[in-house]
Structures are given as structure tokens and as C-alpha cells.
């Protein structure tokens, strides 16, 4: 089944612990990103990467970080977390980016206390 | 900077009325439009992916319009069920792989 899929799906953690938050996708796609998602203020992008070793900052790239090794793996890593990132975090992978039509993960819910 | 607005925010219709979503845009040199549906504690799933080139696209009973000049872009889902009742959002695409700009969705309530 083609799936993109993020782990944990729920974390609660404390400030300035170091966390990674996996994403793999199982199509072959070549385009990967990152979005956060906040009550009153929308998706937001993080990164994302049009290919392997290719990557780019978003709207809201502050305190991420990201990389891509491999195709299939696009891990968001949050060194020294802080309450304010706090917020449901989705991965997503598109086959080309003229074609767009973009594929979600289930979310992943980040508490930071 | 590109802004994404969706009005109103929520929506609240009987069962087979017909829906009409709104999204609009200010800087019209985009790449693509793109329309979402997303369940309560659910991902996004793609509806409908408008080139820039192209005036509409059409699935099933979805049909999504697009004005660049206006930076207007609507969705009409035809023919409304419960099931249809999700949060829908735009999102703009400004160039080929760059940044993703989403509105802040319309949540739809379809009543039996």
C-alpha cells in the first residue's frame, strides 16, 4: 500500500531534549516536506526537499532541522525542543513537483513541556 | 509574501444542498493550486490539483475552478452527503517545488 509514514504519532517530551521525528515514504518520490499545524494559524512549511541531498527552508525553519540521505527517509530532527514548537506536525511526499498532487502522513502530536 | 485566505471558515448545509468553497490568493504567479480534505485528527488528502495553466478540474461530484487574474480559485462539491463533512483547505504553490502556502480551511458540517 502506498503510505507515507511518520513516527511517533504522539510524543510528550521536555524543553531541550533532543528528538527526531521519522518519515518514509514508500512511492519513490522524489519531493518530501514538512508542515506544522497550529489552531489559528494554519499549515505551516518547515523544510522541504526536492531530492536526495537536496533541501530548503520553508516558512517557519527556526529551531528544525532536516535531511535526506535517501529517497525514502526524511527525518525532522528538533535539537533543543521548546514549548512553542508544541503542535501537530505532518510529512509529505509528491512524485515530481510539476505535478504536485501532494501525499500525507497521519500527523504526528508534539507536546513539549 | 503569498497569502492564502478561505472564507468563511465554517459552513453548515443539509444533506444535498450543494457546496460552495472559496479560496483567494494575492500573488496570482503561481504554479499550482491544490485542494485538500482533512478529517479530525487526520492527514491531508489531495482532492483536486489545478495547473497553472488550466481553468478547472473535475472528480466525481467535485468540480475546482481556477482565476489567476482574480487569485480566486472554488470548489463546488456537488449534491452534499454527511460524509462530505471535513475541513477543506488550498494551498498555492508559488514555483515548481518551492514553498507551499495553505489557506486556513473551511470546516463543512453536512446535516442529515
Known amino acids: 500500500e502506498a503510505q507515507v509514514t511518520q513516527n511517533p504519532r504522539y510524543l510528550i517530551t521536555v524543553t531541550g531534549k533532543k528528538l527526531t521525528v521519522t518519515c518514509s515514504q514508500n512511492?519513490?518520490?522524489?519531493?518530501m516536506s514538512w508542515y506544522r499545524q497550529d489552531p489559528g494559524l494554519g499549515l505551516r512549511q518547515i523544510y522541504y526537499s526536492m531530492n536526495v541531498e537536496v533541501t530548503d527552508k520553508g516558512d517557519v525553519p527556526e529551531g528544525y532541522k532536516v535531511s535526506r540521505k535517501e529517497k525514502r527517509n526524511f527525518p525532522l530532527i528538533l535539537e533543543s525542543p521548546s514549548p512553542n514548537q508544541t503542535s501537530l506536525y505532518f510529512c509529505?511526499?509528491?512524485?515530481?513537483?510539476?505535478?504536485?498532487?501532494?501525499?500525507f502522513g497521519e500527523g504526528s502530536r508534539l507536546t513539549v513541556l | 509574501k503569498q497569502e492564502v485566505t478561505q472564507i468563511p471558515a465554517a459552513l453548515s448545509v443539509p444533506e444535498g444542498e450543494n457546496l460552495v468553497l472559496n479560496c483567494s490568493f494575492t500573488d496570482s504567479a503561481i504554479y499550482n493550486l491544490q485542494w485538500f480534505r482533512q478529517d479530525p485528527g487526520k492527514g491531508l488528502t489531495s482532492l483536486l490539483l489545478i495547473q497553472s495553466s488550466q481553468r478547472e478540474q473535475t472528480s466525481g461530484r467535485l468540480n475546482a475552478s481556477l482565476d489567476k487574474s482574480s487569485g480566486r480559485s472554488t470548489l463546488y462539491i456537488a449534491a452534499s452527503q454527511p460524509g462530505d463533512s471535513a475541513t477543506y483547505l488550498c494551498a498555492v504553490e508559488k514555483a515548481a517545488g518551492n514553498k507551499l502556502t495553505f489557506g486556513g480551511g473551511t470546516r463543512v458540517l453536512v446535516k442529515p
Open positions: 512511492m519513490n518520490h522524489e519531493y
Open positions: 509529505a511526499s509528491s512524485p515530481h513537483t510539476f505535478t504536485g498532487e501532494l501525499f
